[in-house]
């Protein structure tokens, strides 16, 4: 260590002393609750804030906050159990008991109603709509009209796209299966059985299955086409929308995607990277699975395999996510892909599943097998406070003195001397 | 995780219950940022209870014990609240926030610069900048090194202090002030030879440079 890297490590440990003295985290804790809590402005009236030229600190602070709020004054809408029950926060999972309905209330008028047998949760609340993922069961849909808004519902690979209606949409999990009633508006469905978003109008009917890769569209109370209810021979999963009889609705029409072969492996990670670079990280989880994750785990390069794994992260599938991963490990362990694939699984196995021992497991792995890799320093961490939550403390100790040893000033080094202490 | 018992009236006058569970914010930076964007009760809560010590970090690093650092952690966190939009992958948040942190203590470095050459023009005393570190029992080391980044230039002295006093790596250096990793180590070794030459005139800082250092 250089007299220069000595110095600074003299004034941090000084500095570190008097940071612990004073607590600015309490004052900013206090500073950012008023400053979130502060009237919301309407959205429909935006007020001008005039900056005063030569201002003192305190006005500045005041200004930057107003300016702050007046680019972002959008507003989440609000959701409530029924129109005036308790507030319901994202994240949560509605579960009607009882045998009757739960209505979900938006603070824009738009209502959603999660039927007995059905299972749901609010994923997103945005200042124009909301996301909402039916686990199973049905939900009836009536979303408010409004100029610009952004709804979603989402059910397994399928998502809904929602600007003003109402629908009926029903999803099973066990036979991965989607019925959309539309008595009102337009709705575009994207996912599993469809290359491009598939529009559907009002006073239609979808329905569409993963198992078997179809689809079909015909007038609400038609009865099915008995080629609809026939099992099909086994064969590629296709996204071809069967012949109906007459006078079935659009099947045929301009908008109806055309029958495909199943692409090969290479031209499914080639539409999934487009996607993925056009940030529509959904669709490019749902056109990777749609391709087939098990061909893909098989026959993708390790960069395609990569690829894989980071689009099922951003779409929040840690379920594909794992698979990519294990499937670098398993086929290219020796590269550096395969290393860092045991430093992600680590992540995924902390983070998601919060398994502290698996995570400590993989974290382990990492440094075995790249001591100096480009993670080494994250994974010592990483795999500490791994053994600390698995409740292994002598285990974290012991890796606490060796992370102060190598990485003193490191991020976890906080926590390190916390273990020590 | 919560779980709330709610009952309450239908239309048809029948009392129901439903339950709903709410789940705590997930302890990725992923989870956190979702919960940000969607308004979440509590989000910017957690957004200070898992990184204000970082974002306070780096700014007394660059910085020293400065008497503004409570109105920049707040300008720092206004900032990043309102700018979520901007953040690409939220895996990268602590990064985000090191390098706003970065960029506004560098602000506030240039701007008390320029208020001092205004002040000299209306030939006013220039203010002591050894009176920023403003506790009494700081050691003359830490005084002198934060008078010598006072008279650095700006861009080096974020640099220098990232990277000897917070022992940042040089890849995350590189990403805090937004330069390529070639572009940092340039400008980390210039830093470098302007600390020691300005350190000379330091007594307190002798005993700290290589006799090598000094006698360049």
Redo the contacts between chains.
Sequence with gaps: MSALDELGKQVAREQDALRERRSHQEILRARVAWTRQRPARNPAKPRVLIAVGVAIAATCVVVTLAVSRQRSAKVPLRATAGSHGPEIAVGTYLEPSGGVPLEVAFSDGTRFLVQSDARARLVALQSDGAHLALESGEVEIAVTRRPHSAWQVSAGPFAVHVTGTRFRLRWDPEDQRLQVDLSEGRVKISGCVFDTEQPLGEGQRLLASCQTGRFIVLPLGEELPKAWSRRPAPAPRAAAAIAADPPVMPIATPDAPKSATLPTHHQALGEVRRLADAGRYPQARARARAAGVGLLCKRADAEGLQMLAEVARYAGDPSLEARALRALRRRFRVSGAGRLAAFALGRLAFDQHLDFAEAGRWFQIYLREAPRGALAREARGRRMEAQMRAGQRAAAKALAREYLRRHPAGPHATLARSLLH | MRT?L?T?R?TTG?Q????????P????A??LV??L?????GA??A???RY???V??VL??IL??DP????L???V???A??SL?ALRKP?AL?GWLVAIAARHALKCIRGRKRSRIVRLFRSEAPPDPEASVV?PE??E??RS?YAVLNDMRPSERVVFAL?????M?LTAVADAVGVSLATVKRRIKRA?ES??ALARNRPA?AE???AG?LAK
């Excluded at chain 2, 129901?16 to 789940?23: M, P, Q, T």
């Excluded at chain 2, 964007?37 to 009760?41: A, L, N, T, V």
């Excluded at chain 2, 503004?68 to 109105?71: A, L």
């Excluded at chain 2, 990277?163 to 022992?167: A, F, L, N």
Aim: glycine residues 4%; negative net charge; proline residues 3%.
């Design positions: 709330t709610v309450s239908q029948k129901v219950s439903y339950r709903i569970l709410e789940l914010i997930g302890p990725s992923r989870s979702e919960a964007r969607s308004g979440r009760e910017s809560t957004l200070v209870d204000a010590k970082d306070e970090r007394y690093r020293g014990p503004e650092i409570d109105d952690l707040h300008d966190y206004v900032y609240l309102s939009h895996e602590r506790s700081v050691s080391a830490l090194t990277r000897y006093i917070d022992r790596e470098r600390f020691v800082l700290w440079l290589d250092d």
